[in-house]
């Protein structure tokens, strides 16, 4: 996360090497909470940077009538320019005080954003590999399709795969056809194909299906009130010998944490 975050920073401050800005701009625009995530840095910088502006126009403006004020020594005497570096002082505070306004929110609203369901199933994806890959070997029937995956081809890999019809591998290949879709963004299809899966309840892919299909809803943003996600997140709780049963009780602890639900 805090990698993430130096990197928002860097590119919004132009510090990025040209090839890196180029593949962040396009990572940007190809990623809604990412997108959101830029503007609301750019929004604390520029309150931020408001708000120190304000203070030095003020400052300015207290040493104007500082120095008109020193015009009258009695009035300079009587503690007139003390009245005025009493209300720098105060005016200050207030800026001091707008400024971590601004960055509670800020970062309120940032850790929050990285909790959402949506976050949370991109971050566990990203980090639970061992948790899609099958014992398949090279040059195989689906060695084609596994390929296609592998580079990214995600529609072209969910083609593939749909089109088997060899009962010995259909398991195998609706199982690859929902990596497939999850890798194109299709989270509604990624689910049902890893509840096909759990259908034929083919325990070489089983536990891997039950974890892919929480992300897939979670990633759908489908995960509320629904009632076959908690009946397969109860089963991997339950059972600490699933294979991912580390990934749920971790995920589950974000998903319960301060920063998802906190509310302004």
Avoid at 17 to 43: G, K, S, Y
Avoid at 114 to 134: M, Q, V
């Amino acid at each position: 996360m805090e990698d993430r975050y130096d990197k928002i920073q860097a590119y919004i401050h132009g510090e990025l090497e040209a090839a890196d800005h180029q593949a962040f701009e396009q990572e940007i625009a190809n990623n809604p909470e990412l997108r959101q995530e830029v503007d609301l840095h750019r929004m604390a910088d520029d309150s931020i940077e408001l708000l120190i502006e304000q203070d030095l126009r003020a400052d300015l403006e207290d040493l104007a009538s500082e120095s008109a004020d020193s015009a009258s020594d009695d009035e300079a005497e009587s503690g007139g320019a003390r009245i005025v570096n009493i209300r720098r002082f105060t005016r200050r505070l207030a800026v001091a005080a707008s400024v971590l306004v601004v960055i509670g929110f800020f970062g309120a609203f940032y850790q929050g954003s990285n909790y959402t369901d949506r976050a949370l199933a991109r971050d566990f994806y990203g980090e639970t590999s061992g948790l899609r890959s099958t014992s398949t070997t090279p040059g195989d029937a689906l060695s084609e399709g596994r390929t296609l995956l592998q580079n990214e081809q995600y529609s072209a890999a969910a083609a593939f795969f749909a089109s088997v019809d060899n009962p010995q591998l259909t398991t195998e290949a609706t199982y690859y056809e929902g990596l497939a879709h999850y890798g194109d963004e299709a989270y509604l299809e990624a689910m049902a194909a890893f509840d096909e899966v759990l259908a034929t309840d083919d325990v070489r892919f089983r536990e891997k299906a039950e974890f892919n299909y929480l992300l897939a809803t979670m990633a759908a943003n489908a995960a509320d009130d629904n009632d076959r996600f908690e009946e397969i997140l109860n089963t991997i709780t339950n059972n600490p010998d699933h294979l991912a049963y580390r990934e749920v009780q971790e995920l589950q602890e974000k998903r319960n944490s301060f920063w998802r639900n906190f509310q302004f």
